[in-house]
């Protein structure tokens, strides 16, 4: 239940930059199981952009952001029983224009951040990761998000 709801960032420059400096915020899944093609795939859990911040106010949290700068809304960590660990991994960029938001719904299947950040004229400046298991609020969490059963795997394909 610590995920469950949208986490807050901190964003500390250690050089200075322009005042009017924008990021993109990404929160990426690696470890999301493809099974028809016996592997894994990314899946975008979140994503914040054109978001300020400042020397004084350096917090990126959703509650001071309106929808403008939502590119796909919170999706919380929700691993599947007996699958492990997963990661999520925490991408900070730094923007050289202001990312338009796409047209229509951004994809979070087969999330490619390579090619998102290339398109964009993104700038890597920052990551975090954590790691994430199935536990007994899962289903509750599903639940609240309106998302679907959880699988449950085993050592044995069926």
């Not at 691993?79 to 796409?102: D, L």
């Not at 790691?131 to 289903?139: E, F, G, P």
Request: charged residues 20%; without cysteine; glycine residues 4%.
């Amino acid at each position: 239940s610590a995920t469950s709801l949208p986490p807050v960032f901190k964003i500390q420059e250690y050089e200075p930059v322009d005042p009017n400096t924008q990021y993109t915020v990404l929160v990426v899944n690696p470890d999301e199981p493809d099974l028809a093609n016996d592997t894994f795939t990314t899946t975008l859990s979140y994503g914040l952009a054109n978001v300020k911040v400042s020397y004084n106010d350096n917090l990126v949290d959703s509650r001071k952001f309106d929808q403008s700068n939502v590119l796909v809304d919170y999706l919380p960590p929700v691993p599947e029983k007996n699958v492990g660990n997963q990661r999520f991994a925490v991408w900070v960029f730094r923007q050289r224009h202001p990312v338009e938001q796409p047209s229509g719904q951004l994809s979070r299947d087969n999330f490619d951040i390579r090619s998102f950040a290339k398109t964009q004229g993104l700038i890597p400046v920052g990551a975090h990761v954590w790691r994430s298991h199935w536990d007994s609020q899962a289903d509750t969490i599903r639940a609240k998000y309106g998302l679907p059963a959880g699988r449950i795997f085993s050592r044995i394909r069926t």
